[in-house]
């Protein structure tokens, strides 16, 4: 983990937990909604999952998580949860997990990342979520930190590192309605780092790209509106790394952010196959949008290209803008960071917008 302090120094400036059961009383007897693991014993659950199991029927929980590495594999069917480590840096999920070998045995990929979301109002907090397998077989191809699917919406990750060793690292794929905010992150991995299918804004957050390949990806395919947003962000990784691409329809705007030397030139892009017939129709056309970023290349397709002040932020916030008025992720955070402050867990303070 010493590569990823070094690269959250900078960014956590005002920075702000397979079943086994602790003795806790059944969920149905449960008057609290907030719950302490801690893996050394003690608390009331000694690892993640059970508690996310025994906790089923309380309608909203947070589950605080001490420091340590839970080395566990999450599944995450019900709604209305946070998970609240005490700080990025000591609080850890880690799992080694290929999706090709999950797939050899399993229909779909439910169960191929670290962190398995079908829910919705998901906040992830203070953690690190770091799916290994690349490091420990030699193996850099698709291995998910985190995947949602078609019943995931509104989820938070905050203050948190999602490093995979391998491509998309965190991908929240409900494509008809999904709506993700990520803030005060580090992402990392090899290809697609960070690839939402909606809408997803993220915000004062860091990239580092293994490869030479892209780091961003969108899906906006199904409405005009869905949109990837990153503002205020760092981008960086090996000599040549690419800023972006998609599949599908999408729809991508970075503002106020900087980009390291190493940033190939080479603009965001629709990728293209030989066989015309898995070519997907560009409905609403190429829609890359750059304002008030700063490179040490001046790429042209870099330049600013539109002023968000006089369309999209009008009397509005970011926030606003990218989940049309629907969704106040910033107010979730605040009133989590009031609840968790009520009790004598001690955790990094939150940094919120």
Not at 49 to 63: E, R, Y
Not at 157 to 170: R, S
Not at 214 to 233: M, P, R
Request: with cysteine; glycine share 6%; aromatic share 14%.
């Amino acid at each position: 983990m010493s590569s990823l302090n070094t690269l959250l120094l900078g960014l956590f400036t005002f920075i702000f937990v397979n079943i086994s059961f602790a003795g806790a009383p059944p969920a149905s007897k449960y008057q609290a909604k907030t719950f302490v693991i801690d893996q050394h014993g003690g608390a009331d659950f000694i690892t993640i999952q059970s508690a996310i199991n025994a906790t089923a029927n309380v309608k909203d929980v947070i589950l605080l998580i001490k420091p340590g590495t839970y080395k566990e594999k999450l599944y995450i069917t019900r709604n209305n949860l946070s998970l609240v480590g005490s700080s990025v840096n000591n609080t850890f999920i880690e799992y080694a997990e290929l999706r090709s070998n999950w797939r050899e045995k399993n229909t779909n990929d439910w169960g191929a990342a670290v962190i398995n979301i079908d829910a919705t109002n998901i906040n992830i907090v203070n953690l690190s979520v770091t799916n290994n397998y690349g490091r420990l077989y030699n193996n850099n191809d698709h291995q998910f930190a985190i995947r949602g699917f078609n019943n995931t919406n509104r989820v938070i990750l905050h203050q948190c590192a999602a490093i995979a060793d391998g491509a998309d690292t965190v991908s929240l794929w409900n494509k008809e309605s999904g709506m993700y905010y990520h803030s005060y992150c580090h992402f990392e991995g090899y290809l697609d780092m960070v690839c939402p299918r909606g809408w997803a804004l993220i915000e004062n957050s860091t990239f580092f790209n293994k490869q030479q390949h892209a780091t961003l990806w969108h899906d906006g395919e199904l409405n005009q509106d869905q949109k990837l947003v990153v503002t205020n962000s760092k981008f960086d990784g090996v000599k040549g790394f690419w800023l972006g691409r998609h599949h599908y329809d999408a729809q991508f705007y970075v503002m106020d952010s900087t980009f390291s030397e190493n940033m190939a030139d080479k603009a965001i892009f629709k990728k293209q196959y030989n066989d015309k017939n898995k070519i997907r129709a560009n409905n609403y056309g190429s829609r890359y949008f750059f304002n008030n970023n700063t490179s040490s290349h001046k790429f042209k397709w870099l330049e600013t290209n539109f002023d968000p002040n006089k369309t999209h932020l009008k009397n509005q916030t970011t926030e606003q803008w990218v989940f049309n008025n629907q969704w106040q992720p910033n107010n979730t955070l605040k009133g989590l960071q009031q609840r968790i402050a009520k009790t004598d867990f001690v955790f990094d303070a939150f940094s919120i917008n």
